[in-house]
């Protein structure tokens, strides 16, 4: 009997020579999930141009109308891989970065001593290096440092190390068993995207959903105003046409409410993880359910969310008993005039 497994295998093989990336099944896997998302994204679209002779009329007469369609829909899909290509914040990536700075201003440092030795004088730091001086300014040498400081007094480095990366953990990352590595603020692994969220592309996610959004619900418009047309068409396409606008509004549904999740996540400067798992996590227990530990303000939060979450040194530490007890506090209607929510 002959194999017909051989010349398809051969044919991978050769394939994977040219294209070593497609070796990894989990590369694979994560690539033709990309494919067919396009691919996805190509048959809604073109359906409905394929099949409304009345849209195509309309695209002649008001070009911007289409033009602005095919720009949200180019942006999103750019958006996808954007956020699928970034980095979620690996703890690794960020522990080696503050260890080479560290070393390099030590060095820069002790260099500008001896030769200021040399010619008698003191030493004057003239330069910008804020992280230089930072890390010398708060005494701190090496990652464990850095890392202890944001917990309370007394934690031991033992329980805050990652048993799988064998490197301390920052308050609130996590070790991701699909990417391997831990990651700073962790929020899910997006099976979807193939990545993590995490405190380094949380923003572009959120972009990317509000823009899947904005798609799916000029599509299921578009899709409505050709069913509801008055004019003669085949069957065939009316049942197409439904078939998909059925599943086009099941997505909505689903991005909408996902939307409004990670829109509160923000606001109150949460993880998915930590509020799916708020009983488990050691440092979320014992605190009331309507306390957010690490949120500053709604405003505060939204900005440092879109601002200031670039800085890889941008490490949150646990909050002191003291500032719990003051978020613990119930709401007065000072408070609500005062903004207390916001700011
Ligand atoms: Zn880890
Ligand atoms: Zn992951």
């Given amino acids: 009997m002959v194999d017909l497994c051989c010349p398809l295998r051969g044919a991978c093989e050769r394939c994977y020579i040219w294209f070593p990336c ?14 067919a998302l396009v691919v996805l994204h190509l048959v809604y679209a ?4 394929l099949f409304d002779r009345d849209l195509i009329e309309k695209a002649r007469k008001e070009p911007w109308y289409i033009a602005l369609y095919l720009l949200l829909f180019v942006a999103t899909l750019i958006q996808y ?6 980095s979620p914040g690996y703890v690794l990536d960020v522990m080696r970065a503050v260890n080479e700075a560290n ?11 001896t030769a ?7 030493v004057v730091s003239s330069d910008g290096d804020q992280l230089g001086r930072n890390l010398l300014g708060s005494n701190s040498t090496s990652w464990s440092k850095m890392v202890m400081d944001l917990y309370p007094l007394g934690m031991s480095t033992r329980t805050l190390t990652c048993s799988y990366c064998n490197v301390e953990q920052p308050p609130r990352a996590k070790h991701c068993h699909d990417c391997d590595r831990c990651v700073l603020q962790f929020d899910h692994h997006c099976v979807w995207l193939g990545t993590c969220i995490g405190q380094g592309n949380h923003c572009r996610f959120w972009w990317y959903i509000c823009e899947e959004t904005a798609l799916c619900i000029w599509t299921v418009i578009l899709y409505i105003t ?39 996540l923000v606001l109150t400067n949460q993880t998915t993880y930590e509020l799916v798992r708020r009983r ?14 690490f949120s500053k303000g709604a405003c505060r939060n939204l900005y440092h969310f ?13 909050p002191t008993a003291q500032e719990l007890e003051e978020k613990s506090k119930p709401f007065t209607c000072l408070d609500a005039l005062t903004c207390r929510c916001c700011c």
Avoid at 81 to 86: G, I
Wanted: glycine share 4%; with cysteine; net charge positive.
């Fill in 46 to 49: 073109g359906v409905v141009f």
């Fill in 226 to 264: 050709y069913l509801t047309a008055d004019i003669s068409r085949a069957w065939w396409k009316d049942a197409v046409m439904i078939l998909l606008l059925i599943f086009l509004s099941i997505s909505l549904i689903f991005l909408f409410l996902l939307l409004l999740f990670h829109s509160y």
């Fill in 306 to 318: 879109c601002c200031a979450r670039g800085s890889i040194y941008d490490l949150e530490r646990l």
């Fill in 81 to 86: 891989f954007v956020t699928a290509c970034s």
């Fill in 116 to 122: 200021s030795s040399k010619n008698g004088g003191f």
């Fill in 280 to 293: 488990r996590i050691p440092y979320l227990r014992g605190i009331p359910e309507r306390v957010y530990p």
């Fill in 22 to 35: 497609l070796a990894d099944p989990a590369r694979r896997s994560s690539l033709l999930l990309k494919v």
């Fill in 103 to 113: 070393a390099m201003f030590t060095s820069r440092f002790k260099q500008r001593q």
